[in-house]
């Protein structure tokens, strides 16, 4: 038991140890990462909250979206939060099959209940998606 505590704290005595360890870290490393981006970025991606926007008179823009990004369509719509101005998408998701009938119940310059999922990212070009419309508030 001694020699195995040892072993922990004088390292790796061999060339062979030492790739072995490093093989090993390396390993654990790569999970790692890959485990966050999967998991973690689920918790991002999983993260709601109910927040009023008002939809600006900008245009929307419709993407169709290919390859890695799961294909389908994307509207972006401008939208004045408490916290700003933010660009949101309405997409179909995972459970969420109806952006079409989403992105038709919004007209310009009225303010809506929303729910939206996601984070804002500028780098990953990622943007909260709206996944429930509760209504508009009115004022």
């Given at each position: 038991m001694l020699s195995k505590r040892l072993y922990l704290l004088r390292g790796p005595?061999?060339?062979?140890?030492?790739?072995?360890?490093?093989?090993t870290l390396v390993v654990i490393a790569v999970l790692a990462i890959i485990g966050?981006?999967?998991?973690?970025?689920?918790?991002c991606l999983c993260r709601t909250?109910?927040?009023?926007?008002?939809l600006d008179d900008d245009e929307d823009t419709k993407y169709t979206l290919r390859g890695s990004d799961g294909g389908g369509t994307q509207y972006r719509i401008n939208a004045?939060?408490?916290?700003?101005?933010?660009?949101f998408v309405i997409h179909d998701s995972w459970g969420q099959r109806n952006s079409a009938d989403l992105y038709r119940q919004l007209k310009r310059g009225k303010t809506?209940?929303?729910k939206v999922r996601g984070?804002?990212?500028?780098?990953?070009?990622r943007f909260r998606n709206i996944i429930q419309i509760y209504g508009e508030v009115k004022r």
């Open positions: 005595r061999t060339w062979s140890e030492a790739f072995t360890l490093i093989e966050g981006v999967i998991f973690g970025g689920c918790g909250a109910d927040i009023a926007i008002t004045t939060t408490d916290e700003g101005i933010e660009v809506y209940d929303v984070f804002r990212s500028g780098w990953m070009s």
